[in-house]
């Protein structure tokens, strides 16, 4: 056996001992290095077939490379020749294998990116071969995150970005959905989260090639339900595989009470990962980033009127469409026209083009444009020939639309609207309640007077604005009762001063009982009852003693000359508060009333978890964004699916005896009157009997003649 066959019989622990030693190992990498090249000069010869040996010694070839850089200074530039010239004809298995091992030199430092890059892109994404496609998109995104782990190689990645944007620019569509795959991906990952690549992203919106233009849109619009959806079920397929396996693994073999707590702890344990969920991150700043939005929106309207793709594709256009309108305010008055003409109820996905139009409803659009789609949605669907559910759909959208932009309603409909709050299906009713509700806040004066409410000290200063009008203050509001609180607190902190000091000074300290204890708890919960009281009167004589013009010059001084703490922006928010619960009425009647009579407090929850709440809604509202559970928010029970009605059947059989004939049990319960017919005489049953037994032909002639008789008689 020759040297160079050991070689090749050994090349693991050839590569192993290079590894340690290069030196010492030069002649044998060398007598190798020459062999490779023989087989490798013979694969230009026949390069559709599959060579072992050859694809073993490129494995190790590229392995050791980094070991020896002046021999193997040709080695890539080898390796990009064959798939350049080859690319198409090559067998899959060796292609595979020398794109592995361009990539593990990559890795090691010895290609340069961008060349790597170019080769993959413009020469082996033609081959029909998906393995190799997935292997290269892995492989560029790890390594250009590798390339910013430690701090942003931004020469790297406007050079990539640049080159990403010429493919494209190309026509060939596997190329440019990599492209744009990558793209997403590194965005998502916040390693290219910048503008450039969110502006090339949004070109690709208007691509030509259709699964490019819906994966571009659904980056805009967060959908990653496919993809998560696949996941989920491929992992609920494995649990199940995994639950099965382990109910077989316990059924056969020795039945043992430590292998049945092990599989009930292996059980219990899937359980625990069914019930673990991925919380959905949806970030939409690349709606953001775009540089011209009212530009990119108008393209995007103009290619949606002649777009002849299908309805799903139409639909994913009017979302993004929507949410540039709502975000950034923009003026696309022949977006509504063209929504409004799929406003009917037996329209396909009419609920999420309701919320569409509710989306792209703000207060720069003129309010006759929207006053024409809240009377056609009026007449489409709140019309008692529809069902509850579609005209409870149809009142929460004018609600919705309305709470961006109240002079979309008139006073007209407004009050023919508000009639269905008496209306028998409880949805209905609900949604017309709750348009009652918003329009209290926004423009009572356009509600009828019954629907008004009690007037509160919120309605009294509330001043509708018109279109276009706008309100500014340089003051913030119920700053002039901050100054009064204040007061308080320094008083407060003069007291604690002075008890400490006297604390101090004495040398003696007196035992009191548990009773005096008690007494004295109870004395001081009143004297604070009675400060707390006397704070709410004192400062409202304040608000009462000074006038309109006192209240605002007021404000103004304390809102410039301090800066407000946390303590003082809670007391605002009480305070704004207060005014949306107080009745203006029961003020007017209070000025009649003795001081000494206390006034109800009213209890305010300001809460952490609820003004994280508060926040999370007024930011999707400022986003323009609304869920599509505010539009089908429908007050009816749901019919249950097949897995509840089994769980209630099921947990209604807890407890209860096994369906069948009943048996008496022994000693609790007597015979049954069956039973004690068969001891009676028979004299005695004979009557029952006889009546029980069915008339003869003859006898019911007889009855007849009488009844015939009898009637005639009384005729």
């Known amino acids: 056996m020759s040297a160079n066959d050991r070689l090749t019989r050994s090349l693991p622990h050839l590569q192993n001992l290079i590894k340690r030693d290069p030196d010492a190992y030069s002649e044998d990498f060398k007598l190798q290095y020459l062999h490779f090249e023989s087989q490798f000069m013979e694969l230009t010869a026949k390069p559709d077939t599959w060579n072992k040996s050859l694809a ?19 080695l890539s530039q080898m390796f990009m020749d064959v798939l350049r010239l080859y690319s198409t004809i090559l067998n899959n298995d060796i292609r595979l294998v020398i794109v592995r091992a361009l990539m593990l030199m990559r890795n090691r430092g ?32 790890n390594d250009i995150k590798k390339q910013n782990e430690k701090h942003k190689n931004h020469k790297l990645n406007s050079t990539l970005q640049n080159f990403m944007c010429t493919i494209i620019k190309e026509s060939n569509a596997i190329a440019v959905k990599m492209a744009l795959d990558i793209m997403i991906d590194l965005y998502r ?9 969110a502006n090339i992203i949004g070109s690709t919106c208007f691509s030509k090639i259709t699964k490019v233009q819906v994966a ?50 292996a059980l219990r344990a899937l359980e625990k990962q069914k019930k673990k969920k991925k919380v959905e991150i949806f970030d939409y700043s690349a709606l953001h980033l775009l540089y011209d939005p009212q530009d990119f929106a108008e393209r995007l309207f103009r290619q949606l009127e002649t777009s002849n793709e299908r309805f799903e594709v139409k639909l994913l256009h009017q979302d993004l469409l929507s949410r540039l309108i709502g975000l950034h305010q923009l003026l696309l008055l022949n977006f509504y026209p063209y929504l409004q003409r799929y406003l009917q109820p037996h329209q396909r996905q009419v609920t999420k083009i309701l919320l569409y139009v509710a ?11 929207l006053q024409s789609i809240c009377k056609t949605i009026a007449n489409n669907f709140i019309t008692e020939r529809n069902s509850g559910e579609v005209m409870a759909v149809g009142l929460n959208t004018i609600r919705e639309i309305c709470s961006r932009c109240y002079l979309a309603m008139d006073e007209d409909l407004l009050h023919d609207l508000s009639k269905y709050k008496s209306y028998r299906d409880k949805s209905v009713s609900a949604s017309a309640r709750s348009l009652i509700q918003l329009f209290r806040e926004k423009n009572p004066q356009l509600l009828e007077r019954k629907d008004r409410g009690k007037p509160t000290e919120f309605q009294r200063e509330l001043v509708p604005l018109g279109y276009g009008q706008l309100n500014p203050k340089s003051y913030l509001d119920g700053a002039e009762i901050l100054e009064q609180h204040i007061d308080d607190q320094d008083k407060q902190s003069n007291d604690e001063i002075d008890e400490e000091e006297q604390s101090s000074e004495e040398d003696w300290i007196d035992v009191s009982h548990s009773n005096d204890d008690d ?44 800066i407000l703490t946390q303590h003082d922006f809670e007391q605002l928010k009480i305070l704004e508060m207060k005014k949306r619960i107080q009745d ?26 609820s003004d994280d709440e508060n926040n999370k809604k007024n930011s999707e509202q400022n986003l323009g964004l609304i869920s599509l559970k505010d539009i089908e928010r429908v007050h009816k029970k749901r019919a249950h699916d097949k897995e509840s009605r089994l769980e209630t059947v099921l947990a209604g059989r807890e407890g209860r005896q096994k369906f069948g004939k009943w048996k008496k049990e022994k000693g609790r319960a007597g015979t049954t009157n069956k039973e004690k017919l068969k001891t009676k005489n028979f004299q005695m049953l004979k009557p029952k009997l006889r009546k029980k037994q069915k008339r003869s032909f003859r006898d019911k002639q007889i009855a007849l003649r009488d009844a015939l008789l009898k009637d005639k008689r009384l005729r």
């Open 584 to 609: 203006r009425r029961k003020n007017r009647l209070e000025q009649s009333i003795e001081n000494s009579r206390k006034r109800k407090t009213i209890s305010i929850d300001t809460d952490s978890d």
């Open 216 to 265: 571009a849109l659904n980056f805009f619009l967060c959908n990653n339900q496919n993809k998560d959806n696949d996941k989920d079920s491929d992992s609920d397929d494995d649990e199940k595989l995994t639950k099965k396996d382990i109910l077989l693994g316990h059924r056969v073999g020795k039945k043992s009470a430590k292998r049945k707590k092990k599989t009930e702890r």
């Open 519 to 562: 007494d004295d708890d109870d004395d001081d919960k009143e004297d604070d009852n009675h400060d707390q009281n006397d704070d709410q009167q004192n400062t409202d004589k304040v608000e009462k003693e000074m006038t309109e013009e006192e209240r605002r010059e007021r404000a103004i001084s304390i809102s410039t000359q301090r």
């Open 110 to 141: 010895l290609i340069d990116c961008i060349s790597l890059c170019e080769l993959f892109f413009l020469r082996l994404l033609q081959c029909q071969d998906r393995l190799l496609r997935v292997t290269i998109q892995a492989h560029i995104i």
């Open 56 to 74: 073993e010694n490129i494995s190790f070839v590229s392995q050791v490379a980094h070991c020896y850089p002046e021999e193997c200074k040709g």
């Open 189 to 197: 990952k916040n390693i290219w989260n910048d503008a450039k690549t």
């Open 359 to 369: 989306q792209a409803s703000h207060e720069i659009v003129p309010p006759d444009i």
